[in-house]
């Protein structure tokens, strides 16, 4: 098992993404820790892990609070005695629409969950990280980070991950001498969240996979597969990078 023994905290936990990534640690020896602001999904994704009950718990908490962070972090703490493994997992969409009909709320939202929270439970488990002498942080990006989508109004989504991306790699390089890694998964288009219910129409799914380089749409688990690997002891010599895991997207033209 890759992460026998290993404590690891995925935020965004009942999120598709989330869930695949807490079902594939568990399965490699770890336990897990899901936080996410809803108890009622929390414990619904938790009771989808094989051997829940041993292996997990969750805690209700929204990054974007200071204290429940703080609070949150120290109970995990308190508990297990360490933090190995953060996964920054939270974060928010806007509905595409163009950047000036975009309202002062709309952005301070992306911001706060995409940014703002991932710097609060960032810095708390740090300090755990710090304590033990070792670690891995994985930021869950996006591709969009990279380049523009013709059509699709994303422009502030895009920059708060384009700020995920230089997050990544300042921390890498700042506690790099602690034996803290970080990296950052950047994925493509996943079949999962706001984009999945396209997939409902063949002629759309078609479209889609049709731009795909390796011909078909990515699942949870790619991701969750690329994040058992930077978790692990056999990525102990990788920090810094920004994985790109979209089926050779951001490798094309189209």
Same mark, same amino acid.
Not at 44 to 48: D, I
């Given at each position: 098992m890759r992460l026998k023994d290993k404590i690891a905290v995925v935020t965004g936990a009942s999120s598709e993404i989330g869930l695949e990534i807490s079902k594939r640690f568990v399965e490699e020896g770890a336990k897990v820790v899901l936080i996410g602001r809803n108890r009622e999904k929390l414990e619904?994704?938790?009771?989808?892990i094989n051997n829940y009950a041993s292996n997990t718990v969750s805690i209700q908490c929204d990054i974007t609070n200071e204290s429940q962070v703080i609070q949150a972090v120290d109970q995990i703490n308190a508990h297990y005695g360490k933090i190995d493994i953060l996964v920054n997992n939270a974060g928010t969409i806007n509905d595409p629409i163009h950047f000036h009909e975009m309202k002062e709320s709309d952005w301070v939202s992306l911001v706060n969950t995409n940014l703002f929270g991932t710097f609060m439970i960032t810095k708390s488990v740090l300090v755990k990280m710090l304590e033990n002498?070792? !670690?891995?942080?994985i930021n869950i990006g996006s591709i969009s980070s990279e380049r523009a989508i013709p059509k699709v109004h994303l422009t502030v989504y895009c920059t708060t991950k384009a700020a995920i991306n230089m997050f990544t790699k300042g921390?890498?390089?700042e506690y790099a001498r602690k034996n803290i890694r970080c990296n950052c998964i950047n994925? !493509?288009?996943i079949n999962a969240g706001m984009i999945k219910p396209y997939f409902d129409y063949p002629e759309a799914r078609k479209v889609l996979e049709e731009r795909q380089p390796l011909n078909r749409i990515g699942e949870p688990i790619d991701v969750a597969n690329a994040a058992v690997y930077l978790a692990s002891d056999e990525a102990s010599w990788?920090? !810094?990078?920004?994985m790109n895991v979209d089926g050779g997207k951001s490798a094309s033209e189209g």
């Open positions: 619904k994704a938790r009771s989808s002498k070792k !670690g891995a942080i921390i890498a390089i994925p !493509g288009i990788i920090s !810094g990078v920004i």
